[in-house]
């Protein structure tokens, strides 16, 4: 199994080229399985996860085919399966987004209910319940969810409670080829989502209140194929703005949404970083400084997205002082803690708040990371860690950062692979 070895290289500086967002190009690759002609998309990240949901329209008799520029075109006009087997669900939890899209167009999927997760339980109960509430029979048995309707689905008005992200996607997906009107309640607001709704309105859905916490989804009778360019990975910027930030250096994040990242930036500025923003770019200045301590509360977007808690929570061990973090979104997110006090941390755990006290120091250690942001913050860690950090686990980062020793590499930073 593949490991990176990070080791200390002093500040990093340049710029970096952010992917295509990983959890815009899932929804929307599965979104095609609603076309009846070819659709063709740009801007999407080389990544396992991308593979996998390949993997998996590949197995249900899509069409897939790559151009010379790495676009994708997709046909899924003849489906032959519709079901998604335990072993894709299992090693990626997104598939269950193929639910909304199959039982909307063809009235029928199995799809294998996704097991426990590294990062808390993470149900299904609101994806299962909207589609009940749609007309869909939902029968779980031996493991798997059959969904059935006799007929399309019919709109409804559907509540969600707490916000979820996948939940509203496939509730999405399902009802954008309903009979009638569907309104979506408490829908996440992520730009993913609306992501993806943008790209299911331009194949001739009917869908209202993007970016709000309603969408309402007037159902058409079909959808066609089109040309679709996947939004910046807010995430991966993110990250690479907080490796700047520990490292107390510059670097510039290219090709980006700075609106996205708002909540996020704000925190980098209470942190003591300068921030500078164009249309695409954002660059973060530490200017040699020790950081600031911030006091964190993960939430829905528009609020600090819990996909940076990580990478903040190394940052805080490093700052000058005292601070919390409060995650709310997902019980059992802590599991990089441990391994940072194996390199010199300075926190403790009660509840969903994590006491993070900074200190001057980090050291190198072999570490071992649990899900993708977790790794994600072992890297920064290493990175202004005294000695060599050697990082098991790398598959989870290969599932959501694109090239990601050469984009370091490119900043000065000291990353390698092994493999064993
Ligand atoms: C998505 C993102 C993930 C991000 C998360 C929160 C993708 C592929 N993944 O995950 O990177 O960390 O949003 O921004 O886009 N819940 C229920 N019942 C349900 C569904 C969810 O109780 O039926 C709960 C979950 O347990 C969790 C909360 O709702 O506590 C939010 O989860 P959700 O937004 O669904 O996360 P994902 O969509 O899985």
């Known amino acids: 199994m593949d490991k990176l070895v990070v080791e200390c290289a002093g500040r990093l500086s340049g710029s970096v080229e952010i992917s295509g967002a990983k959890n815009a190009a899932l929804?929307?690759?599965?979104?095609?399985?609603?076309?009846?002609?070819?659709?063709?998309?740009?801007?999407?990240?080389?990544?396992?996860?991308?593979?996998?949901?390949?993997?998996?329209?590949?197995?249900?008799?899509?069409?897939?085919?790559?151009?010379?520029?790495?676009?994708?075109?997709?046909d899924a006009s003849n489906i032959t399966k519709k079901e998604a087997p335990y072993e894709l669900v299992n090693t990626m939890r997104a598939s269950i987004l193929v639910l909304g899209p199959l039982l909307g167009r063809f009235g029928e999927a199995k799809v294998s209910l996704p097991g426990g997760c590294a990062i808390g339980s993470r149900p299904v109960d609101i994806h299962i319940k909207g589609m009940e509430q749609m007309g869909a029979t939902i029968l779980v048995e031996q493991g798997y969810i059959l969904a059935s309707s006799n007929g399309?689905?019919?709109?409804?008005?559907?509540?969600?409670?707490?916000?979820?992200?996948?939940?509203?996607?496939?509730?999405?997906?399902?009802?954008?080829?309903?009979?009638?009107?569907?309104?979506?309640?408490?829908?996440?607001?992520?730009?993913?989502?609306?992501?993806?709704?943008?790209?299911?309105?331009?194949?001739?859905?009917?869908?209202?209140g993007l970016g709000t916490d309603t969408l309402v989804i007037e159902g058409v009778e079909r959808l066609s194929g089109v040309e679709y360019s996947v939004i910046p990975d807010r995430i991966e910027a993110g990250t690479y703005l907080a490796?700047?930030?520990?490292?107390?250096?510059?670097?510039?994040?290219?090709?980006?949404?700075?609106?996205?990242?708002?909540?996020?930036?704000?925190?980098?500025?209470?942190?003591?970083?300068?921030?500078?923003?164009?249309?695409h770019e954002v660059t973060l200045d530490m200017r040699g400084r020790t950081l600031k301590p911030v006091n964190i509360r993960t939430d829905p977007y528009p609020l600090f997205p819990t996909?940076?808690?990580?990478?903040?929570?190394?940052?805080?061990?490093?700052?000058?002082?005292?601070?919390?973090?409060?995650?709310?979104?997902?019980?059992?997110?802590?599991?990089?803690?441990?391994?940072?006090?194996?390199?010199?941390?300075?926190?403790?755990?009660?509840?969903?708040?994590?006491?993070i006290t900074g200190v001057k120091k980090l050291f190198g250690a072999p570490v071992m990371a649990t899900d993708l942001r977790a790794s994600a913050s072992l890297i920064l860690a290493g990175l202004v860690a005294e000695g060599e950090t050697v990082i098991n686990r790398v598959y989870h980062l290969d599932r959501g950062y694109e090239l990601i020793e050469e984009k370091f590499h490119k900043l000065g930073a000291h990353i390698y692979r092994i493999t064993d």
């Open 243 to 279: 490796a700047a930030a520990v490292s107390q250096s510059q670097l510039t994040v290219t090709k980006v949404n700075p609106k996205h990242l708002e909540a996020v930036l704000q925190k980098f500025e209470e942190a003591g970083a300068e921030i500078f923003c164009s249309e």
């Open 152 to 208: 399309r689905l019919k709109g409804a008005d559907i509540s969600m409670s707490p916000v979820t992200v996948t939940g509203t996607e496939n509730l999405l997906m399902a009802a954008v080829l309903a009979e009638g009107t569907t309104t979506l309640r408490n829908a996440a607001r992520e730009p993913e989502v609306t992501d993806l709704a943008e790209f299911l309105n331009k194949m001739g859905a009917n869908i209202t």
């Open 307 to 355: 996909d940076m808690q990580a990478q903040f929570l190394v940052m805080n061990a490093l700052a000058e002082g005292c601070s919390t973090i409060e995650e709310t979104i997902f019980e059992n997110r802590f599991m990089h803690v441990s391994e940072l006090i194996r390199m010199g941390a300075d926190i403790s755990i009660e509840g969903n708040t994590a006491h």
């Open 27 to 74: 929804p929307i690759l599965i979104g095609c399985l609603l076309a009846e002609s070819p659709v063709k998309l740009s801007n999407v990240p080389h990544l396992m996860d991308v593979t996998t949901t390949i993997q998996l329209l590949a197995s249900m008799g899509v069409e897939v085919m790559f151009d010379e520029h790495l676009n994708i075109e997709i």
